[in-house]
């Protein structure tokens, strides 16, 4: 009789050691399964949800990188980010609840003008907090995007281009072309001066320096003189960027309650 109660407990045993088992096989592969897919959204959007902070506050991670690609496709050895992979997904965070803020990394050389402002519209319309964060460079239409966020950030070795609008392909030149020039430039100078702390004045001085580039006009501001121009809040990293971004989220809660 004892050994057969003996039996029934070691059997029992070893079936909750075989369920054991399978749950954490299971909970491998699940979390192999999330980081593949991870994987495979960064290398495919660039983007990602940063959801394993102690604050438990979900962080969407967009960047922008490369030229930014307006209506023409670019060759297929340029680095793009693509407008619309860019606008759905910010809609696509406006509308989440599981979206606490939007962190924006930016390492581009500019690109089309509508697409850029679209992007920096879009983000500045976002009910979320958003930081930015210059990484390698934000240049030419990069800044509107730089600075449509709530509050703004740029690695000490970090550049900016400061420069006017360009136009690729025949122009012809008549006073209607420049006028039209003018007007692109009205628009992006505009949104970033309502965006930022430099005054228009100043930064269309900027655009028009001719003692700094070689072969064109315009400015490099590096690091701390993007801020001491009133473009960007501060020199910081992306543990100042993350650090701040949760701290508004942190800020935007306790105000709703």
Do not use: W
């Not at 749950?23 to 495979?40: F, G, L, S, Y």
């Not at 089309?112 to 030419?140: C, F, N």
């Not at 701390?224 to 809660?253: F, P, Q």
Request: aromatic fraction near 2%; glycine fraction near 8%.
């Amino acid at each position: 009789m004892g050994n057969k109660q003996t039996s029934k407990k070691e059997k029992a045993q070893d079936n909750n050691k075989s369920e054991k088992e399978d749950e954490k096989k299971e909970r491998k592969e699940a979390k192999a399964d999330a980081e593949k897919h991870r994987d495979q959204r960064i290398e495919s959007t660039g983007q990602l949800t940063l959801d394993e902070s102690e604050s438990e506050h979900n962080i969407h991670l967009i960047t922008i990188i490369g030229e930014i690609e307006g209506h023409d496709n670019l060759g297929s050895s340029s680095k793009t980010t693509k407008y619309e992979h860019i606008l759905p997904q910010l809609a696509a965070i406006e509308d989440s609840k599981k979206i606490d803020g939007v962190i924006i990394l930016l390492n581009t050389m500019g690109g089309d003008v509508e697409a850029g402002l679209a992007i920096a519209e879009m983000i500045a319309s976002l009910s979320k907090p958003t930081v930015s964060l210059v990484l390698g460079g934000s240049h030419s239409i990069g800044v509107p995007i730089a600075v449509s966020t709530d509050y703004s950030y740029i690695v000490p070795t970090g550049t900016m281009v400061i420069h006017p609008v360009r136009l690729n392909g025949m122009v012809i030149g008549v006073q209607q072309t420049f006028d039209y020039f003018k007007q692109i430039q009205n628009r992006i100078t505009g949104f970033v001066c309502q965006h930022c702390k430099i005054e228009q004045s100043r930064l269309e001085e900027l655009m028009m320096e001719t003692g700094m580039l070689t072969k064109d006009v315009g400015t490099v501001l590096v690091g701390k003189e993007a801020v001491e121009e009133g473009i960007i809040n501060e020199v910081g990293g992306i543990k100042d960027a993350i650090s701040h971004l949760h701290d508004m989220v942190e800020r935007k809660k306790s105000d709703t309650k």
